[in-house]
Structures are given as C-alpha cells and as structure tokens.
C-alpha cells in the first residue's frame, strides 16, 4: 500500500521560498499512469489544489498559482518537490502531497500524507 509523507519548514518568511518535499514508499513515481499532487488548505478554507506531477515528469500547475510554483522530482529517492516563491502570510495552510488516478469518473485522489503545517510570518 503506497504511503505518502510530507516535510518541510514549518515557518517560513515573506518573500522566501517554501519547500516542501513529499517521500513516497510502496509504489513508484514512475509507475505508468499514477499523478502526484500538492493541495493545501489554508485555515478556515476549502482545500486548493496547487499541481500536478506526471508519471512521466509532465508538470501541471493551477493557473492562479503558476507564476509562483514548480513542482520537480528525484527518481533515486521517489520523492517529489513543491517550490513555492514570493510567499505571503496567505500562503499560510496545511499542505498535502496526494497520489492520483484517473478514470471514466475524472481523478480520484487515492491516497494523500497526513498534511503538513506552514505558515508564512517574519
């Protein structure tokens, strides 16, 4: 069963970049057909997805956050990297790395990690 576990700083400052790295076990990121995800929700919200990454290093990312975001990969480790620049206090949320799939029904998000909290502050 694929396990999914995010870490990162939990405190990061205005203007600074946020990284954040999602380590995958029991299954691979280059197995055909399975997406990799990063979602967040900042508090008191609804969840927000952030991108997407392709089995086959393909990036997708949500066109309110693309200019500031960019999702990369590490093969030798399976692991996967969010980079968000330019952040502001309302960047703030609890971040999750998720597996995806898709079928006649559009993507199931299958298995996420148990989140992450950061929150941007000087």
């Known amino acids: 069963q694929v396990q999914l576990q995010e870490s990162g700083p939990g405190l990061v400052k205005p203007s600074q970049t946020l990284s954040l790295t999602c380590t995958v076990s029991?299954?691979?990121?280059?197995?055909?057909?399975?997406?990799w995800s990063w979602i967040r929700q900042p508090p008191g919200k609804g969840l927000e997805w952030i991108g997407l990454?392709?089995?086959?290093?393909?990036?997708y990312y949500s066109p309110s956050l693309k200019s500031r975001t960019s999702i990369s990969r590490d093969t030798s480790k399976n692991q996967f990297t969010l980079q968000l620049s330019s952040v502001t206090p309302e960047d703030t949320a609890v971040y999750y790395c998720?597996?995806?799939?898709?079928?006649?029904?559009?993507?199931?998000?299958?298995?996420w990690g148990q989140g992450t909290q950061v929150t941007v502050s000087s």
């Open positions: 990454l392709a089995y086959s290093g393909s990036t």
């Open positions: 029991g299954g691979s990121i280059t197995t055909n057909y399975y997406y």
């Open positions: 998720a597996r995806v799939t898709y079928n006649g029904l559009g993507a199931d998000f299958g298995s």
